[in-house]
């Protein structure tokens, strides 16, 4: 019984970590209507500007704020001097050159900070509560990040479903033409949108470092698994990509705890093609996916 509860608790651990990554690829997916591929090694970039932060002697809630900035910083940067140049043609292009953006992005961060690994400090406590003279695998650092994840969620879910910015934005995202004859400013919102996803996405990089060890690829496992994530939970829903994330990390762990860890990215495999078969618009999206 105490090994099924300390992995289903690992499991929502880390759920949580999958959940703020699938976040990410939401946001930008909602408001931009790419799958940015690269968003892990931006997430990865300004996790590493923190640990600097954090090296100089300054808090992690200093390196958080500065993390974000960045984050937010850098994905409107990208989404102008990059992304922009090769919109209006060919879906595949922008994939692409997200594509050469996380390979970019990877050897720039073995440039500057170097490939060894480096620990990260985390916010809280890392020892599992004791509950009747048992010690559980649930810290306070793991209430963090779901909390985190959760207020995240929610901002999102009040964003697209609450206010006009949040509704030029995803009409931005799906018809660029009737959004400018309606006088939205396309360009404006989909820089917004690879900024905010930026931002997500270097808290879900922090999340994820936090009590860890970082190196230039330690994103790369998080992308495969927050990818199935939010297909599992719909590409469309702020909430799907949440139950998605605590999804796979339940089952994930429970496969590893069980059956073994070299089944876990078979698993996660498993679970992404059978999505994929069953409900390709994901298990938690309301109406079959639009073409645009």
């Excluded at 690992?10 to 997916?29: D, H, K, P, R, S």
């Excluded at 790369?220 to 297909?231: P, Q």
Aim: cysteine-free; glycine content about 12%.
């Amino acid at each position: 019984m105490q090994q099924f509860l300390n992995v289903t608790l690992t499991g929502l651990g880390q759920g949580a970590v999958y959940a703020a990554f699938a976040l990410a690829l939401v946001l930008i997916w909602r408001s931009t209507r790419i799958v940015n591929f690269a968003q892990g090694a931006m997430a990865m970039f300004t996790t590493y500007l923190a640990l600097t932060v954090i090296e100089g002697g300054q808090s992690y809630w200093v390196a958080l704020v500065v993390a974000l900035v960045t984050g937010l910083v850098l994905g409107a940067g990208i989404e102008r001097l990059v992304i922009r140049p090769v919109e209006g043609g060919p879906e595949l292009n922008a994939v692409i050159v997200t594509l050469g953006l996380f390979v970019a992005l990877q050897a720039l961060a073995a440039i500057l900070f170097g490939s060894t690994f480096q620990s990260f400090p985390a916010p809280f406590d890392l020892r599992g509560f004791t509950v009747g003279g048992v010690n559980i695998a649930f810290t306070p650092n793991s209430i963090y990040t779901i909390v985190a994840v959760v207020v995240v969620m929610l901002g999102l879910v009040a964003l697209f479903r609450f206010t006009d910015l949040g509704l030029k934005m995803r009409a931005a995202a799906f018809n660029q033409e009737v959004s400018r004859l309606l006088g939205v400013r396309v360009g404006r919102m989909l820089t917004l949108g690879w900024a905010l996803a930026a931002g997500v996405g270097s808290l879900s990089g922090l999340l994820i470092a936090g009590g860890s060890l970082v190196f230039p690829a330690y994103m790369d496992a998080v992308i495969v698994y927050g990818f199935v994530a939010a297909v599992l939970g719909g590409l469309d829903s702020p909430a799907g990509a949440v139950v998605g994330g605590l999804t796979i990390g339940l089952l994930l762990s429970y496969v590893s705890g069980y059956l073994g860890s070299e089944l876990v990215a078979l698993a996660a495999l498993v679970i992404l093609v059978a999505v994929l078969l069953v409900r390709p618009q994901g298990l938690f999206a309301r109406t079959a996916a639009r073409r645009v």
